[in-house]
């Protein structure tokens, strides 16, 4: 059979088992019957906005199908023996798919109510090798999502309530992934939502102006090349989280307690604003700063650029016309490196905050056309 072109694939997990593996149950509900409600509903929000998105079931597992698409999820439900597990992600490890995991565990993080249930990512073997993974060809990132834990009466009764809810958050979370804006962030879920949880869109007025004030047209004379993929970082704010406190020791310093999903994301993006004030930063160690630093030594802002040094030198000046709007006008400069920079791959700063969290989720692109 040939391979199938899309934008999107989703898989309700366990549905149409073609081997009698139904998945979790408890008697508050089965993976088996809640995973189509869920998958189901992104798909047809999705659809509905223009995307071109197929929904897959289990039965894949026995098949010859495969596709090539720009995302590909896999949903699921826990079962722990005890209740005492949680939601998770899990992928091939992937500089792309874990950006794209960290970026829905975020999100998801804003509503599910029972923040200290999280299992770290891969958190099972079944989780890093899913057998869907190979069915797929992804440009941009495939995942697995564990929505939460059905062994526990709290998070399976909070589920439960909000299945179709799940599947509008998904299908606004992969929107962003593919750039569209047209799909807008549902309603605050029901039955426990953190108060902190938005219940629409955030609105980006104060970066936009940031970035038309900095930017302008692009310089002339400059060279363009195209297959860069682009995502997006910022600064973390100790208030964004509620995680479990975990202490850390920063050198000169006494040791310290953040909340985890704070300091898991201080890791991902490199800086994050403290309760105190100042800023924690991750280089293969806690560092305390004044604030958040490129490569440098200096201060990020609008219009700082992550690159690997060895396809773009630092000090080089970037325009990405490709780019959404008000980023395709922004002139950056590449003052930042990382990691998980690696070839033609570019890293935007997009500020600090949730707004700025979110604008990464509408900037990360593959294939795209760059201008040094």
Not at 41 to 70: H, P, W
Not at 266 to 282: A, P, S
Request: net charge negative; hydrophobic share 35%; with cysteine.
């Amino acid at each position: 059979m040939p391979t199938i072109d899309c934008d999107i694939v989703i898989q309700a997990g366990h549905e149409n088992t073609p081997d009698n593996k139904t998945g979790g149950e408890s008697k508050w509900g089965k993976e088996i019957e809640w995973t189509p409600i869920v998958a189901n509903e992104a798909v047809r929000v999705l659809r509905a906005a223009g995307v071109n998105v197929i929904k897959e079931d289990a039965s894949i597992k026995s098949s010859t199908r495969k596709y090539k698409c720009k995302l590909a999820v896999f949903v699921h439900f826990d079962d722990s023996d005890t209740g005492g597990s949680g939601p998770s992600v899990g992928y091939p490890v992937d500089a792309g798919n874990e950006a794209t995991a960290a970026q829905w565990k975020a999100l998801y993080s804003r509503y599910f109510p029972f923040g200290s249930a999280w299992r770290e990512d891969n958190f099972t073997e079944d989780e890093a090798k899913y057998y869907g993974y190979g069915r797929t060809s992804t440009t941009i990132a495939e995942f697995l999502i564990e929505f939460g834990d059905l062994q526990s009466e709290r998070q399976a009764l909070w589920m439960r309530s909000n299945l179709l809810w799940m599947g509008r958050l998904l299908a606004y979370f992969l929107s962003r992934r593919l750039g569209l804006e047209n799909i807008q962030l549902p309603d605050a879920p029901q039955d426990g939502a953190p108060s902190n949880a938005p219940s629409a869109a955030p609105q980006l007025p104060s970066l936009h102006e940031t970035i038309s004030a900095a930017g302008g047209a692009s310089p002339a004379g400059m060279s363009c090349s195209n297959g860069w993929q682009i995502t997006g970082y910022f600064t973390a704010s100790e208030d964004m989280y509620n995680g479990p406190l975990q202490t850390v020791h920063i050198p000169g310093e006494d040791e310290v307690k953040f909340p985890a999903d704070f300091l898991h994301h201080v890791m991902i993006e490199g800086w994050g604003k403290t309760r105190f004030g100042w800023y924690l930063g991750w280089d293969q160690g806690w560092v305390r700063g004044t604030g958040a630093l490129n490569a440098l030594g200096k201060p990020l802002k609008i219009g700082s650029l992550a690159v690997d040094k060895k396809a773009i030198a630092l000090g080089t000046t970037v325009t990405i016309p490709s780019l959404p709007a008000p980023w395709d006008k922004q002139v950056f400069v590449a003052d930042d490196t990382g990691g998980a920079i690696q070839g033609k791959h570019l890293d935007v700063y997009c500020g600090d905050g949730p707004v700025a969290q979110k604008e990464t989720y509408r900037i990360t692109m593959s294939n795209m056309r760059v201008c040094t």
